[in-house]
């Protein structure tokens, strides 16, 4: 069965500072890896996805994440993080009948 | 494009009642979901469906029903009410294979007491 695993609930960084969001999946097939956002009290917005090609998928608001087949990871990375950043981030792998298996979201906490 | 619309926004039930949840998409999406969101549970799956007259179950489907009649609308009905149930509901649809990923409504916020 497929699945994701987020490994931290929680990324306490300083503004201005990178952050990096790690996700790693399982899956016995091709995969379509995403990456949402969920900002408080909103519903939630896809940031990027993957799907073939280049492993190295530019987003929007500044993220970026990486493909890595060999270690099954989907890292989500910003070089320089803004208060406006402050959110939950999902990561996402299309399953069987289309579903979308979800990780359990870690929490970006912006310190000033 | 309105893309996914769902009402209400915020509901207070009682115990024992029942509700619809609607959710709509004017994208013409095979694919639409129903999800609830809790702290610390990321989103469970509660039904599904992959195109008009086929639902199937997800993860938590007990204690709702769902219909899809037409390609644009997937209502979420509640049986009975129970404080379980307090949560927030997201209905999202998408294009089956394409890998755009699913576009999600803005949430329904549910408070049963």
């Known amino acids: 069965a497929q699945s994701v695993t987020q490994l931290d609930s929680q990324v306490p960084v300083f503004e201005e500072a990178p952050v990096e969001l790690r996700c790693n999946y399982s899956s016995s097939v091709s995969v379509y890896l995403f990456w949402y956002v969920q900002y408080p009290n909103q519903g939630l917005q896809l940031l990027l996805k993957?799907?073939?090609?280049s492993t190295l998928v530019k987003g929007i608001n500044g993220f970026e994440a990486e493909f890595n087949k060999s270690q099954t990871s989907f890292h989500l990375r910003k070089p320089s993080v803004h208060i406006s950043d402050t959110a939950e981030y999902f990561c996402a792998v299309e399953g069987s009948n289309y579903q979308l298996i979800w990780g359990a979201g870690t929490k970006l906490i912006i310190k000033p | 494009n309105a893309g996914v619309t769902q009402t209400p926004k915020f509901q207070v039930l009682k115990t024992g009642q029942s509700m619809t949840l609607q959710c709509a998409q004017d994208m013409n999406h095979e694919y639409m979901s129903w999800y609830r969101q809790d702290p610390g549970m990321g989103l469970r799956l509660i039904h599904y469906?992959?195109?008009?007259?086929?639902?199937d179950q997800g993860e938590v489907p007990n204690g709702y029903n769902v219909s899809r009649s037409t390609t644009e609308d997937f209502p979420l009905r509640l049986l009975s009410a129970a404080p379980s149930q307090t949560s927030v509901y997201f209905c999202a649809s998408s294009a089956p294979g394409t890998g755009q990923g699913q576009y999600f409504g803005p949430g329904t916020r549910l408070l049963v007491l």
């Open positions: 993957y799907l073939s090609g």
């Open positions: 469906s992959v195109g008009a007259g086929i639902t």
